[in-house]
T-cell receptor, first 110, second 113 residues
Framework: RKEVEQDPGPFNVPEGATVAFNCTYS??????FFWYRQDCRKEPKLLMS???SGNEDGRFTAQLNRASQYISLLIRDSKLNDSATYLC???????????FGPGTRLSVLP | DGGITQSPKYLFRKEGQNVTLSCEQN?????MYWYRQDPGQGLRLIYY???????QKGDIAEGYSVSREKKESFPLTVTSAQKNPTAFYLC????????????FGPGTRLTVT
């Protein structure tokens, strides 16, 4: 079993749609969690950190369920420039080990 | 402007040659990392360093070497021992505490023929 797994995708949604991505992690010792977005042939960029209480940033909402070892990202009112690959990242807290999921590709269509 | 720089953006080498990729950060971050990304694949950790003069192997360190003589710099050498060196190489840094996120440089695309 992979340490961090994500929805395989790709997700093709119309502009204005709401889309949710799921991520599961296998190591219960995980301490911090993040969502990154990566545009084609570019570096990953931090979208948001994920806190235990859940957090929201504009159209983006992240949730963490430690009991189920599950993280989610909800994007409301999708825009064309939301098209990217979304990476789930987990830090286990030792050796500065950030573990990246394989990513879920989103295409927002006009 | 604070950030991470990588150079060059594109690099072409002949098989059998060693090549060194540059990574510099002025964020005063303690930890630095090198990842490799192949087309359509996720990021894989090559090496990381938590402090100056110390570094650890990641999941795919074979055929690579690093040094960390200065806090700001973490160069990666791709040696001729690396079987499939053509890839997108990404450098990142973080504060060094587990709560803090990583920031990435723009990457170097290495093509070896």
């Amino acid at each position: 079993r992979k340490e961090v797994e994500q929805d395989p995708g790709p997700f093709n949604v119309p502009e204005g749609a709401t889309v949710a991505f799921n991520c599961t992690y296998s190591n219960s010792a995980s301490q911090s969690f993040f969502w990154y977005r990566q545009d084609c042939r570019k570096e990953p960029k931090l979208l948001m950190s994920v806190y235990s209480s859940g957090n929201e940033d504009g159209r983006f909402t992240a949730q963490l369920n430690r009991a189920s070892q599950y993280i989610s990202l909800l994007i409301r009112d999708s825009k064309l420039n939301d098209s990217a690959t979304y990476l789930c990242v987990v830090n286990y807290g030792y050796g500065q080990n950030f573990v990246f999921g394989p990513g879920t590709r989103l295409s927002v269509l006009p | 402007d604070g950030g991470i720089t990588q150079s060059p953006k594109y690099l072409f080498r002949k098989e059998g040659q060693n090549v060194t990729l540059s990574c510099e950060q002025n964020l005063n971050h303690d930890a630095m990392y090198w990842y490799r990304q192949d087309p359509g694949q996720g990021l894989r950790l090559i090496y990381y360093s938590q402090i100056v003069n110390d570094f650890q192997k990641g999941d795919i360190a074979e055929g690579y070497s690093v040094s960390r003589e200065k806090k700001e710099s973490f160069p990666l050498t791709v040696t001729s021992a690396q079987k499939n060196p053509t890839a997108f190489y990404l450098c990142a840094s973080s504060m060094g505490d587990t709560a803090y996120e990583q920031y990435f440089g723009p990457g170097t695309r290495l093509t070896v023929t």
